[in-house]
């Protein structure tokens, strides 16, 4: 977008979706680039609807931060605050704190494009992950994105530590999901944490001069 907005669609389909048609579920991200970093200011899918995520310096930017300078080999930390809105202009009365991470890795894509072909392709990819508390070792929860060059984000994953996690039978949670993508290139973050839901985005429409911008 002309103010250096990142928008990026994704079809979701569920009990009430279907791919291939325009729902109300549908939604995806709106990524912008500032001294805070790169960030998710709007994000809208089936389960939580349209959520405007705001940093501590609302409402003048920032938001659900993904990485800051340049992405390398090694991991990079921050602890930052972030909050849900439903209004953009909305700034919240409280914080939730979240450790979050960032590396750059090349990783191997599955690809499928709209004639039919597929394959496999091997891009630089920045993963981000964002814990569900201050501290790593103790949050109760962890949510995973990869960035690939030049296609944005791949997959999302979402992790659930035993003992610390507030939601119900994990196991079954883990069972029920674990065909719906094939296997992830990043490890469980340690040996107490179970993936719970997962997305594999694997059909892109690329078009020229649409590409999102890279570190």
Request: hydrophobic letters at 35%; proline letters at 7%.
């Amino acid at each position: 977008m002309p103010d250096g907005t990142v928008v990026q669609t994704f079809d979701f389909a569920s009990s009430f979706e279907a791919f291939d048609v325009r729902d109300p579920g549908d939604g995806g991200d709106a990524i912008r680039v500032g001294p805070w970093g790169v960030a998710i200011y709007l994000t809208q899918d089936p389960g939580g609807g349209r959520q405007y995520m705001q940093g501590v310096d609302c409402p003048a930017g920032g938001g659900w931060l993904l990485w800051r300078d340049t992405p390398r080999g090694n991991w990079m930390e921050a602890e930052v605050q972030v909050a849900i809105t439903r209004a953009a202009d909305e700034c919240p009365q409280r914080w939730n704190w979240s450790a979050t991470r960032w590396r750059l890795a090349d990783m191997a894509w599955s690809w499928r494009d709209n004639r039919g072909g597929t394959g496999e392709v091997t891009r630089a990819t920045i993963v981000s992950e964002h814990y569900g508390g201050r501290y790593r070792e103790t949050a109760d929860h962890m949510e995973r994105f990869f960035f690939a060059e030049r296609l944005g984000k791949v997959r999302w994953e979402r992790w659930e530590q035993r003992g610390r996690s507030t939601r119900g039978d994990l196991d079954a949670m883990a069972a029920q999901t674990a065909t719906r993508c094939p296997a992830g290139p990043e490890p469980a973050p340690g040996p107490t944490w179970l993936r719970v839901d997962c997305r594999h985005w694997l059909s892109f429409d690329l078009r020229p001069g649409q590409s999102i911008p890279w570190p």
